[in-house]
């Protein structure tokens, strides 16, 4: 491994939406250090946090349009049938959802769970309760993409949380997105679903640790192959 891979790999790069939030900690921190050494070092190692916050990992994403890749670093707290959020107009008819919890220590990049066309994007106002309840999904303020797939459409809801007051999304509707392709974030601490057709086959449980953009959470229409990836 050359020198310059080496550090590539050792410093992970901080996404530009996070440069305002970790120039204001660190500011504080020497605002602080002015009055107190201890409240330097403290205000210091949550600037150090805010950077770990923000950090935008290279992943490997799996080439394969039968396969649904995870959209969030976190745990995966639900998986079975449930009715999409209305504003998206899909139906009432229930769908395949997978949810996945961010903490405030996970990777807060969302990925596209599949390749395909971005035919609608609704941003719903709600409440900011824990994500991880189930009811989150319904009363939160959330923000969904439709995407048309080369094997069916596909919802994918950014949800935001306790701690997070700020979704962003900064891909439009009409837009072309790859599988693992960015697509927004949540600042400190939220969830994000993924509802698919019924027919598509879970591959995760309750529990289970998924990577966004390599982790694959569902296959479309049974096993799969094992499947190229790319790298972004």
Known sequence: MSITETIRNAFV??????????????????ILGYFST??????????????????????????DDGLVVSPADG?????????????????????????????????????????GRITRIEHRPGKFLNAELDKASSENERNGLVIESPSGVVACVQIAGLVARRIVCWTGAG????????????RFGSRVDVFLPLDATSRVSVGQTAVAGETVIAVFGGDAATPLVRVS
């Open 13 to 30: 790069p901080v996404h530009r939406e996070g440069w305002p939030f970790i120039a204001a900690f660190f500011v504080v921190a020497l």
């Open 38 to 63: 201890s409240l330097f070092w403290i205000a210091l190692i949550l600037t150090g946090w805010c950077a770990y916050f923000f950090r935008d990992p290279q992943r490997v994403t799996p080439v």
């Open 175 to 186: 837009s072309n997105i790859g599988a693992g392709e960015r697509f927004g974030l949540i």
């Open 75 to 115: 745990v995966v707290s639900a998986v079975g049938p449930a009715t999409p959020p209305a504003e998206l107009g899909l139906g009432a008819r229930e769908m395949l959802r997978i949810s996945v919890f961010m903490n405030v220590f996970s990777c807060h990049v969302n990925r596209s769970p599949v390749r």
